[in-house]
């Protein structure tokens, strides 16, 4: 059978990288989004672009019966998904990116929807693959998860909460699944370079100021992690994460603090 690669939300900005990335190396790829219409758009394009097959579905969350839907229809193109990427999420800002979900204020319905898309969802996502794939003895599963999983931003205890039980459940399944050769592991991402973040300007709260590097990452340096840990190169690594964000998390403080402290006591 032909080996496959589906992936979540993926019909722009990181999940489509990263069906693209898989396409170059001649997976067959099914991608997923909350739009149909978008899917399949986004599929058709990168089965011109890279010579594969590709289909896009549209897919609401928490409606298990329409993942069991999408898999039997995958089923019957004769094609087996050897590596899932759960890369859509409930971002947990609610209606305003800039002022997140306060805590006090916040409706407990949009704190369920975000552990319902990032936990729950993925996890019926999985089990329906990893039913085709302990069939195939092997198999790779990729979450995208975020940095903010160790390190808390302002207003979004739901999104960070749930991205942190995504790395526990990720380690969980490693050790369930690995019995039948089904890898699980996580790529933390930091800021990325999306179409929102690059409209915000001046008001970016974070950019290549705050890393070591200089830079945060692009979709590819997301895509080429999910790559890694979905594919034959990593097929001793499961149960693990590669964080992928400029060097955001491993530093006591920016350096940057420095220049504004500097400039704030030559104001004084």
Known sequence: MKKAVFVTGAATGTGLACAERFALEGYDVFITSREEGKAQAAAEEISKKHGVFAMGFG???????AVKEVFQKIDETGRIVETVILNAANLGFGTDPAKGMNFFETDIEDIRNVFETNLIWNYMIIRQAAIRMRENGKGAVVFISSNTAYRA???RAAYGASKGGINAMARALAVDLGLYGIRVNVVLPG?????RWKKMGSKQIVNGKLTPIGDISDFEDVANAAWYLGSDQSKNVTGTEITVDGGMTCQLYPRYLNVLAQRYLEEE
């Open 153 to 155: 931003i302002p207003n």
């Open 191 to 195: 800021t990325i370079k999306t179409e």
């Open 59 to 65: 897919l609401e969350v928490g409606n298990e019966d």
